[in-house]
């Protein structure tokens, strides 16, 4: 029988390295709140990612409710339904109305050019997600957002080391979000960060993670408890070593994917993203009208080679029930995220994965779709 074979495979520091952390910890009884680890890994990631400051957190979703809150941001936010849920959610728990506009369907992100005719005098900001890891059309939407004097959030939770020609993805907008769960690029089983322009910022997002307290009598803020523990950040600090082999390996596994996924009728690939670094995060294939099996079909006949792809992202958020009233959930509005959300199909893409695993996923997806 040959192993199940998932969209994504958490990666896992060797379980011996982990001992002197843990007896780090236990000599310390330091669990949480800041301790040596949390101060460690932050200042690693923010090294490792070249990003300014970053504060991190227990998940990647207390982030983004955090970094709302440290924008302010009020009324309607205009963002993409091509997302992981969260995306919104986080939005509405701080009492927003998402506002979705159609993406661009080279990339399956946020199309700058839906942006302005759904500004109204209600819009504080534009919340775009940096989707399979490839950015957004940062440049264009900052002008927008300058011309209508409008905040900027990127959910970057896919965008992990992710680099153009200028440096790191997360230096964009004036907040970046990281999630570093078990299904992301660099994981610390349940993480996340808030990527910060400054002291000043940060400072006022870990009162922020910590209920609002500034010291052992003031509390200046409402605050949430978003802290990450030691335990968790001695994973960090493990994974984090392993991260440039790890992305190498995954360029390789993405090289042979569009490789050998070549000439299947009916299956395309997102173009290649031109970028100083790639995290290559997911693999996404579409599967169009022309192909010998639908998507659906496709995606139930790799399960009976115990291979579990995922429709990222099917249903589109504005299609869930706590969205889909909503005037601009409208599916008439959004023909391209509806379609892309009909055709893709995320492979198996992890760093174990091996060549042998890549081969039955191809050999299966040819022998499925009558190109064997
Ligand atoms: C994973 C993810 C989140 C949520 O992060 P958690 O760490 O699981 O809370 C939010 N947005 C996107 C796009 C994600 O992929």
Redo the contacts with the bound molecule.
């Keep these: 029988m040959n192993r199940p074979l998932f969209v994504t495979e958490p990666s896992l520091p060797p379980l011996q390295a982990l001992q002197p952390y843990l007896e780090q910890i236990w000599s310390r009884r330091w669990l949480t709140n800041g301790g040596p680890l949390h101060q460690q890994l932050e200042q690693q990631l923010q090294q490792w990612l070249g990003v300014s400051k970053l504060a991190l957190f227990a998940?990647?979703?207390?982030?983004?409710l955090t970094a709302l809150q440290q924008l302010r941001i009020r009324g309607e936010v205009i963002t993409t339904p091509y997302?992981?849920v969260?995306?919104s959610h986080?939005l509405r728990w701080n009492g927003i109305t998402p506002v979705f506009v159609d993406i661009d369907p080279s990339t399956g992100n946020l199309d700058p050019g839906q942006i302005e005719s759904a500004i109204t005098p209600e819009t504080t900001a534009i919340l775009g997600?940096h989707?399979y890891g490839v950015p957004c059309e940062v440049e264009r939407i900052q002008r927008i957002a300058d011309n209508y004097n409008l905040k900027v959030i990127y959910?970057a939770?896919?965008a992990f080391g992710v680099e153009d020609e200028g440096g790191s993805v997360l230096r964009h907008g004036d907040l970046s979000?990281l999630?570093?769960?078990a299904?992301?690029v660099f994981n610390t089983f349940?993480?996340?960060a808030i990527i910060c322009p400054d002291d000043r910022s940060k400072n006022q997002i870990d009162h922020l993670k910590n209920f609002g307290f500034v010291d052992e009598v003031t509390v200046a803020a409402v605050g949430i408890n978003g802290k990450m523990n030691e335990l968790q950040a001695a994973i960090g600090l493990l994974q984090l070593e392993a991260m440039p082999a790890q992305i190498a390996r995954r360029a390789q596994i993405a090289e042979r994917y569009r490789r050998q996924l070549e000439g299947i009728k009916g299956l395309n690939l997102l173009p290649e993203p031109q970028l100083a670094r790639c995290n290559h995060a997911y693999m996404p294939v579409l599967i169009d009208g022309q192909a010998a099996l639908s998507r659906d079909q496709l995606y139930e006949q790799l399960k009976t080679h115990q291979i579990f792809s995922r429709r990222y992202f099917y249903p589109l958020i504005s299609e869930f029930p706590m969205y889909r009233q909503l005037p601009s959930a409208d599916p008439a509005r959004l023909p391209r995220a509806m379609a892309l959300s009909r055709q893709v199909l995320c492979l198996p893409m992890a760093a174990s994965l091996e060549d042998g695993d890549q081969d039955r996923v191809i050999g299966a997806i040819r022998q499925e779709m009558g190109a064997s």
């Design positions: 998940n990647g979703t207390l982030a983004l997302s992981f969260a995306t986080a997600v989707i959910d939770c896919h979000v999630s570093f769960h299904t992301k349940e993480g996340g």
